[in-house]
């Protein structure tokens, strides 16, 4: 249950300083949503493009309610490591995170974003790794180990730009700084990689997505000031 | 109200124009900060574990003469001081047999632990951490886990002593304007009328000693050949032994009690404080005596 006080303290916070700022009343309507808004991840394929042990994909779907903006994101990723010595690991696995965007471009007659958010994650994956060493005193160690169906969790702060484009077409990105992590570490072998949180070796990370999106409409904003 | 309205528009595009050029240098340091993103490769094995000796009777660190530390099943000699040992752990099991053979005698120690082994990156290669420490005694001495997450410099287990109950301590003084001051002696050997292991310090110019008494009698001789001017003293120690069961660990031992002492060439004065009486034991040993020339 812990994470899930934290996202509600985190809440709870981005709410009171989106209404700190707010002076004008808020008409009803505008809790409307506008449009759905579906994103798909440009930096997932470019790090495959660049590195070789990786490979994903990444997508989001949000919807507007006034200024604040309800997300799930969905992707899959995997790692391939092979190391000199010829000790491997792969990983492979699904991930979604929940949240909630606040945008703080409240007045922009486009909805143009620049938003503080939160998001709860959970991965789903597997793993295998080649384990080789040769020690001078205990002699060598050459094992195959499998994880299966392996979960874990972790929190993200979040905050990025959404900008529209022409019409339905809108560009954005998104800056996590991942915390919080939940791992099963009761395993024969430790996770070295989790799908959509990244390599486990520190308490914290961060992340970076950057969207091409599509918005599309539900119902006629009136645009110009 | 009308330079609001033309002004909002102007910062918005103000702002867009920030907001591409900020999204283009995340999506560079992003880039960039994945191929820094890696974990050093040193050191990320904690298979080491740190055993130090302590004194049961109140937890400080003992000295122990170590002779040499093996583990059951490999010829190899690991690293000790006369307070702590170094032993690697095995990777390739749960638990290790560790020997310990000091002057005192030998003691076994059975070192339990759960190993995890894990691929830390393309650079390093795996590594195997190690955690879950646990440990017993099956030569009877009592451990204790301090740490039980091996490596690092701390100690992880502590092998507490049972008191040694033999052991009564002089302090050399001197009479000075009618005030009893730290004097010190010139000894140049030390010897016992039976087989002690150890007394230290055993020569040299000492303001106090600490000597051992038979348990196997009730009297105890110790000749101490003494330099400027050269003669030797001899003291001979009375006492009455008493069994009884201190620390259950150590089950029942034998003490020391009402301990007398004489010497043809020291007066000797009880030492007593509102914590310690004169004539008994204790480990470290406290002074039972003011020995005056």
């Not at chain 1, 990444?58 to 000790?87: C, H, K, M, Q, W």
């Not at chain 2, 595009?13 to 490769?41: E, H, N, Y």
Request: one cysteine or more.
């Amino acid at each position: 249950m812990r994470p899930f006080n934290n996202i509600l303290l985190i809440l709870i916070g981005l709410s009171q300083l989106a209404f700190a700022q707010q002076k004008d009343s808020v008409d009803a309507k505008a809790f409307i949503p506008t449009g759905i808004r579906a994103g798909w991840d440009l930096v997932s394929p470019a790090r495959a493009e660049l590195s070789n042990t990786f490979k994903g994909f990444e997508a989001s779907v949000d919807i507007d309610l006034y200024r604040y903006y309800p997300t799930i994101e969905i992707g899959n990723a995997g790692r391939n490591y092979l190391s000199e010595n010829g000790s491997s690991y792969e990983n492979d696995g699904n991930y979604w995170r929940v949240g909630i965007d606040v945008n703080f471009m409240k007045k922009d007659p486009e909805k143009n974003m620049f938003f503080l958010g939160a998001r709860y994650a959970r991965s789903s994956y597997s793993e295998e790794a080649r384990i080789v060493t040769t020690d001078p005193l205990w002699g060598d160690y050459d094992q195959v180990l499998q994880n299966n169906n392996l979960t874990a969790s972790w929190m993200e702060l979040t905050t990025g730009m959404r900008i529209k484009v022409w019409k339905i077409l809108w560009l954005g990105y998104t800056a996590r700084f991942k915390f919080a992590k939940n791992l099963d570490d009761n395993v024969n072998l430790l996770t070295t990689d989790v799908p959509g949180y990244g390599a486990t070796d520190r308490p914290n990370t961060w992340g970076f997505s950057y969207y091409v999106m599509v918005k599309l409409p539900v119902r006629k904003v009136k645009t110009g000031i | 109200m009308g330079l609001r309205l033309t002004a909002f528009p102007y910062l918005c595009q103000l702002l867009m124009t920030k907001v591409r050029k900020s999204a283009v240098i995340l999506v560079l340091w992003a880039l960039f900060g994945a191929c820094l993103d890696q974990p050093d490769c040193y050191n990320l094995t904690n298979n080491t574990v740190n055993i130090s000796y302590r004194k049961i009777f109140d937890g400080a660190l003992d000295t122990v003469a170590i002779e040499s530390v093996t583990i059951v099943g490999f010829d190899s000699v690991f690293k000790s001081t006369n307070r702590a040992v170094t032993i690697p752990l095995d990777f390739t099991k749960t638990g290790v047999s560790v020997v310990l053979d000091a002057v005192e005698g030998t003691r076994l120690i059975d070192l339990g632990y759960k190993v995890q082994p894990q691929f830390v990156s393309e650079e390093c290669g795996p590594r195997f951490l190690f955690s879950e420490l646990t440990a017993s005694s099956p030569s009877g001495d009592s451990v204790r886990i301090l740490s039980g997450t091996p490596g690092g410099e701390a100690s992880h287990v502590a092998i507490y002593r049972c008191p040694r109950n033999n052991f009564v301590r002089l302090a050399f003084k001197q009479v000075v304007d009618e005030d009893n001051v730290k004097d010190t002696v010139s000894i140049a050997s030390t010897a016992a009328n039976f087989e002690a292991l150890t007394y230290y310090p055993i020569s040299g110019e000492l303001s106090y000693m600490n000597l051992p008494l038979n348990l196997n009698t009730t009297s105890t001789q110790i000749t101490l050949e003494l330099s400027n001017p050269s003669r030797v003293a001899t003291l001979t120690f009375n006492y009455d032994l008493v069994q009884k069961t201190v620390f259950q660990v150590c089950g029942e031992q034998t003490f020391i009690a009402n301990v007398q002492v004489s010497s043809d060439v020291f007066e000797f004065k009880k030492i007593e404080t509102t914590r310690y009486v004169a004539d008994s034991i204790y480990d470290p040993p406290k002074i039972n005596f003011a020995a005056f020339q």
